[in-house]
Every structure is written in structure tokens, then in C-alpha cells.
């Protein structure tokens, strides 16, 4: 299954990483480093905080193998650097100090306790923190919160960072190709927000962005398909009769999938009653005649043209005067967009009253399927979702976007002719199908 989509999503994820990759601007920092500093003090000394400037002027790369070596040498640099600044800072300080104080000897005035106190507290930490450089390589520092010299010098070398503007352009392959597979606007928006979210103004490992953009798209479509569901056998225990009405266009497999829930419901022990609820389509009493006789379980018809909420309200009355565990009410394909056939439809559930109301759409229609149950829910209230010719759709957007749109769970889906051929859903098949798992 969703074999197009597959293979479209697996080549949008590359080329979104890919163009990550050469359009993405190399992760900048506002964190002022010591190189200029130390240029300064030793302007003709060419040490490594030179050389390393040089290769960021040049626009070069430190190779990455390199950087594991440099690591210590840069962070044991850079803190014997910092000591001596802070102790040449506390030096001058205190040849003030002094100054002051003598020249209050001179006047022949009694420096102050404070003063005298403070002045010995700083010759003494001084000679703490020269004893502290000597031995500056076996000090390990905690982690600071902020981004140290070297932690962002790391950052230059091994991140990529990617604009708003550059993920629009970046993110268009990606839309055609879940446009080209059926995947509803509503579920592309979302997809775009959460890799926007993850990806934009924010630093990429280089190397790793192709995994990064595909656990974002995996944990999106995840939550696409998290409705709360339902098991229909054990739903069916609630109620005696329990009514399920089934709808959906003509042509979709309602039939054929009212058929096989009956199967799936008389194997588990169950009673079935069928309702030809579909008055009006020519060899259709006929038709789910012929299952009802394959499955041997009671079939209520009219003739044709009859009012099918009548139909449904025999089914119901004669259900429960023999104990029927379950009702399935057959109902005629209509078109959401069919004002008399809609309101028909709303007559035979204000009678029937179903306990479930089951919209049945062709996997393999996508867009227009999810369009469809999306009005077939806003006139009744839908409660579940049955996907027939899943086993044929190589695009899979209606399987990825039906849930979302409607809200409502997609309980089975159709794999099959035979009467066997219906299997239970779980948002793992799509994952599977997708290969993003």
C-alpha cells in the first residue's frame, strides 16, 4: 500500500535536507571570543587562537576529525587566557589600593582596618589563582549554562542553521509531491507547521538533518492518525439490537463492506439482521440478497422505491422481537452535495436511530473521499470511518488525511474481494506502509 507516496515522501525528505544543507547558513554567534584580545597582547606571536582566526577569515573548515584533538587545548587556552586577564584586572586594582594608601602614609593618615583587610584578602587570592594557572590543565570546570568560546566555535563547525524564508522555497518539492498523493491542504499545513517548528532558526547537526526532517514528518503524521478509536466488537455488547447504519457515495464498496462486518460480527458469535435500505439503485436489493444468502443470516427488503426509513424501522422492530444481537442498515449512495438525498438520509436516522453511523469511502479517491466524509459528518455526525480498496492505493493520502479533517477513527479498512478481506486499523499500518517508522 501507498507505494507512490512512499516513495515521494523518502525523495521530498532528501532534497529538503540536501538543499538544508547548501542553502542553510553556518550557525553565527554573538559570543565575543578572546582571538583579537590576544592579538593585541602578543601582536607578533602567531599562536593557535591566530591560526584559528585565520582558517574563519579564509572561510575554512576545520575538519571534523580534528576537533575531537583540539578540543582540550582550545578549552585549557582559553581558561589560562581568562586567569591571567582576571588576576592583570585584580593586579592593577590593588597597585591602586596601594597607591591610595601610601600616599595616606605620606599625610601621615591611618589607612583604614577595612581597606588594609581588603588589601590582604587580594594578595592572597592572587597567589591562589597563580598556583590555579600552573595547574590550569587538571582543573575540571562545571558546565556553564552559556555557550562558552569553545562550545561555540563547535557550533560554527558542525551546525547549519535554515530561515523562514529559505524553508518556504525549500518546503515546496515536499507539498507538490503530498499534493500529487492526495494528501488534504488541512494535513499539509500541519506537516509544514511542525517542521517549521523543529527546523527553522535553529541549529542542524550537519550529516544528521535527513534523520532530523524524518522523525519531524514521522511524529507528525503520528499525531494525524491519533483519534480516538474504538474496537467494534466490543462496542456491539453495549445494546441489544445495536444498529449500525452504513453511508457513503455510490460505488464506494458500501455493499460489499456491510457484508463483510456481518462475516467479522456472525464468526465472533453474533446475530445479524441485514436492512436493503437501498430503495432506489437498480439490483441493489439483489445484490445484498445474494450476501445475505452466502452468510445465511435474515434479509428485510421492500420493493423498490419504498421510503428506506421505512425499511430501517422494520429491521430495528423485527430485531428486537427475535433477540438479534445486531441490525446493519444498507443505505443508497448519495452524493454530499445532494440536498433531497441528504435529508433522506437524515429521515432513516432520525427513525432507525442508529447506535453507529459508519461512512464508507474508496481509499483510492483521496481528496474527494475525505471531502465527502467531511459533509457526510457535518449532516449526521459520523461516528466511524471504513476505508474500502485500501489494498490498491499507492497514494494513501485519504488513509493520512480522513482522521484529522473529521475527527473520527478510521476502524477498518477494506483488503480485498473476498468476504474475509476486512482488517481491523492501526495507525502502524500507514507508518509501516511509509517506511518512516
Not at 250 to 279: C, E, H, P, Q
Amino acid at each position: 500500500m501507498f507505494k507512490f507516496l512512499k516513495e515521494k515522501l523518502k525523495q521530498g525528505i532528501k532534497n529538503i535536507s540536501t538543499k538544508i544543507e547548501e542553502e542553510g547558513a553556518t550557525e553565527e554567534t554573538e559570543v565575543e571570543t578572546p582571538v583579537e584580545k590576544k592579538e593585541e597582547i602578543q601582536p607578533e606571536k602567531k599562536g593557535f587562537f591566530s591560526k584559528l582566526k585565520e582558517k574563519f577569515t579564509k572561510k575554512e573548515e576545520i575538519p571534523e576529525e580534528e576537533t575531537v584533538e583540539q578540543e582540550v587545548k582550545i578549552k585549557d587556552e582559553v581558561e589560562e587566557y581568562q586567569k591571567k586577564e582576571e588576576i592583570k584586572e585584580e593586579k592593577q586594582e590593588l597597585e591602586k589600593k596601594e597607591k591610595k594608601v601610601k600616599e595616606k602614609v605620606e599625610k601621615k593618615e591611618t589607612p583604614k582596618i577595612q581597606e588594609l583587610t581588603e588589601r590582604k584578602v587580594k594578595k592572597e587570592g592572587l597567589k591562589e589563582k597563580e598556583k590555579e594557572i600552573e595547574d590550569i590543565t587538571s582543573i575540571e570546570e562545571p558546565e556553564e549554562e552559556k555557550k562558552g568560546f569553545f562550545s561555540s566555535i563547535k557550533e560554527k563547525i558542525t551546525t547549519k542553521k535554515i530561515s523562514k524564508e529559505q524553508f518556504e522555497k525549500i518546503f515546496w518539492d515536499l507539498e507538490v509531491a503530498l499534493l500529487e498523493n492526495n494528501v488534504a491542504v488541512e494535513v499539509i499545513e500541519k506537516i509544514k507547521d511542525d517542521l517549521t517548528q523543529e527546523v527553522v532558526d535553529k541549529p542542524l547537526p550537519r550529516g544528521k538533518i535527513e534523520e532530523k526532517v524524518t522523525s519531524t514528518l514521522n511524529t507528525s503524521i503520528e499525531q494525524l492518525l491519533k483519534v480516538d478509536s474504538f474496537s467494534l466488537l466490543e462496542k456491539v455488547k453495549s445494546s441489544k439490537p445495536f444498529v449500525i447504519c452504513f453511508v457513503g457515495i455510490n460505488g464506494s464498496g458500501k455493499t460489499t463492506t456491510i457484508a463483510k462486518v456481518a462475516k467479522l460480527l456472525k464468526d465472533n458469535g453474533l446475530s445479524i439482521v441485514l436492512v436493503a435500505g437501498d430503495t432506489w439503485r437498480q439490483a441493489a436489493i439483489e445484490q445484498i440478497g445474494e450476501w445475505a444468502k452466502k452468510l445465511n443470516v435474515p434479509l428485510i427488503k421492500h420493493s423498490y422505491g419504498s421510503d428506506p426509513a421505512a425499511v430501517a424501522f422494520d429491521g430495528v422492530k423485527m430485531a428486537k422481537s427475535k433477540g438479534i444481537d445486531v441490525v446493519l442498515i444498507d443505505t443508497a449512495g448519495r452524493m454530499h452535495s445532494n440536498v433531497n438525498l441528504t435529508e433522506e438520509m437524515k429521515k432513516i436516522i432520525r427513525v432507525a436511530k442508529p447506535n453507529l453511523k459508519i461512512f464508507v469511502g474508496e481509499s483510492i479517491t483521496g481528496n474527494d473521499c475525505v471531502e465527502q466524509s467531511k459533509k457526510f459528518n457535518e449532516a449526521i455526525e459520523l461516528d466511524g470511518i471504513i476505508l474500502s480498496k485500501a489494498d490498491i492505493d499507492e497514494k494513501g493520502g485519504a488513509a493520512i488525511s480522513i482522521s484529522y479533517v473529521t475527527q473520527k477513527p478510521i476502524i477498518y479498512i477494506g483488503t480485498g474481494q473476498k468476504l474475509g478481506d476486512l482488517k481491523e486499523f492501526y495507525p502502524s499500518i500507514v507508518m509501516d506502509s511509509l517506511g518512516l517508522a
